[in-house]
């Protein structure tokens, strides 16, 4: 399958900074084949309302829903377990059973009604999971700190197994309506463990060159576009950096994500960290966006920039610079669910529809 043409292209040239017109932070825009109504994402972020089983709750249709209304062009739900060993706290989400499918369809429902698109994030802690719902699993037998304990080093079963559940998970989404998914490879959760040196150590396929530390990333991205089917949009949100000389900086990223573009990757979501404990957590403002840059030059695929992004002015001047394609909004959107429409507002009220 050649997905490459799924990529918009266009809109890497409609931001092009040599010329061409940059895209309007109000205006709709495609993300392969979905169309939103503008290019604000509200960012993944943890609810921590979920029930004991996983489910989501009616905390998170309204949760969702609001922050629709408040104007954002596409919801991306929190970080969501594609099995109960990867769950990263006890009152997060998953989409592991049939349980899950009908409350998160409400979700679903909810903000479409609301005018937006909505996609979910699928996650696995591996070593960074929450304690007492399985084995804690990881590529390589080291313990990201005292708090965690050691992994276990997983084996091909347990590989194949983890891949499995990203399929898993793909049909429940598909089955409860989300427009889009995002895989987590970020934050040093479980695909992020395989990708860095530092949390993989493995002497088999899946670990030591470049090429191997990307296996497991590639085969869950094919279990989810298989799943999926061939147009369906896919996104990978990834840490653009380890901040770390024997981790992974913006470029080695953008080479490990190169074979997905061949397997229809829409789009790349830029954060950074977390696959060490000495990381500093929003290091500065707009900190992230070079590393957006430096991936989306080098993949020519569309990214999403956040991080401490803040004020209408400066998202439209990162579209501008060419340094991305979408802006997502984190923390401003727990504090205030209108804060895109006061962007709107703020910019002089190019129509966000
Ligand atoms: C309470 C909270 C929960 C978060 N949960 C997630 C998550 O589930 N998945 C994820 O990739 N990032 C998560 N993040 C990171 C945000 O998506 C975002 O990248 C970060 O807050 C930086 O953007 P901001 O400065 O606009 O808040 C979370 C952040 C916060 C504050």
């Known amino acids: 399958m050649n997905c490459e043409a799924a990529i918009p292209l266009d809109a890497l040239a409609?931001?092009?900074?040599?010329?061409?017109?940059?895209?309007?932070?109000?205006?709709?825009?495609?993300?392969?084949?979905?169309?939103?109504?503008?290019?604000?994402?509200?960012?993944?972020?943890?609810?921590?309302?979920?029930?004991?089983?996983?489910?989501?709750?009616?905390?998170?249709?309204?949760?969702?829903?609001?922050?629709?209304?408040g104007g954002v062009g596409l919801v991306m739900v929190e970080s969501t377990a594609v099995a109960?060993?990867?769950?990263?706290?006890?009152?997060?989400?998953?989409?592991?059973?049939?349980?899950?499918?009908?409350?998160?369809?409400?979700?679903?429902?909810?903000?479409?009604?609301?005018?937006?698109?909505?996609?979910?994030?699928l996650s696995h802690g591996g070593r960074k999971s929450?304690?007492?719902?399985?084995?804690?699993?990881?590529?390589?037998?080291?313990?990201?700190?005292?708090?965690?304990?050691?992994?276990?080093?997983?084996?091909?079963?347990q590989i194949d197994a983890a891949v499995a559940a990203y399929g898993r998970a793909t049909r429940y989404a598909l089955q409860a309506g989300f427009d889009a998914i995002e895989l987590h490879a970020a934050h040093g959760f479980l695909v992020h463990q395989f990708l860095s040196p530092i949390g993989n150590r493995r002497d088999d396929r899946y670990g030591g060159s470049a090429r191997n530390r990307g296996r497991f990333l590639r085969e869950a991205f094919a279990a989810i576009r298989r799943a999926a089917?061939?147009?369906?949009?896919?996104?990978v949100r990834v840490s653009g950096s380890d901040f770390d000389p024997q981790g992974l900086a913006p470029e080695d990223v953008a080479e490990l994500?190169?074979?997905?573009?061949?397997?229809?990757?829409?789009?790349?979501?830029?954060?950074?960290?977390?696959?060490?404990?000495?990381?500093?957590?929003?290091?500065?403002?707009?900190?992230q966006v070079p590393f957006a840059a430096t991936i989306r030059r080098a993949?020519?695929?569309?990214?999403?920039?956040?991080?401490?992004?803040?004020?209408?002015?400066?998202?439209?001047?990162?579209?501008?610079?060419?340094?991305?394609d979408f802006i997502a909004i984190?923390?401003?959107?727990?504090e205030r669910p209108d804060y895109a429409e006061d962007l709107r507002r703020a910019r002089g009220g190019r129509a966000a529809s």
């Open 257 to 287: 994500l190169r074979p997905l573009r061949e397997l229809g990757l829409q789009a790349v979501d830029v954060s950074a960290g977390g696959i060490s404990p000495a990381v500093p957590y929003g290091i500065g403002v707009e900190y």
């Open 130 to 157: 929450f304690r007492g719902t399985g084995p804690l699993l990881a590529p390589s037998a080291i313990a990201f700190d005292a708090g965690y304990g050691t992994p276990q080093a997983m084996s091909q079963a």
């Open 14 to 69: 409609a931001a092009d900074p040599r010329g061409r017109t940059a895209p309007d932070l109000f205006a709709p825009a495609r993300l392969g084949s979905l169309r939103l109504r503008n290019r604000l994402v509200m960012s993944p972020m943890q609810q921590y309302q979920g029930a004991a089983d996983a489910r989501a709750t009616a905390h998170h249709v309204h949760h969702y829903a609001r922050r629709a209304r």
């Open 84 to 121: 109960p060993e990867g769950r990263l706290f006890g009152d997060d989400i998953g989409l592991y059973s049939d349980a899950h499918v009908a409350p998160l369809r409400a979700v679903v429902d909810a903000v479409h009604a609301e005018g937006a698109a909505i996609a979910v994030q």
């Open 229 to 235: 089917g061939p147009d369906y949009p896919l996104l």
């Open 330 to 334: 984190g923390r401003p959107l727990l």
């Open 299 to 324: 993949l020519a695929v569309p990214t999403i920039a956040v991080g401490l992004i803040r004020g209408a002015e400066r998202a439209q001047a990162i579209l501008d610079a060419g340094h991305a």
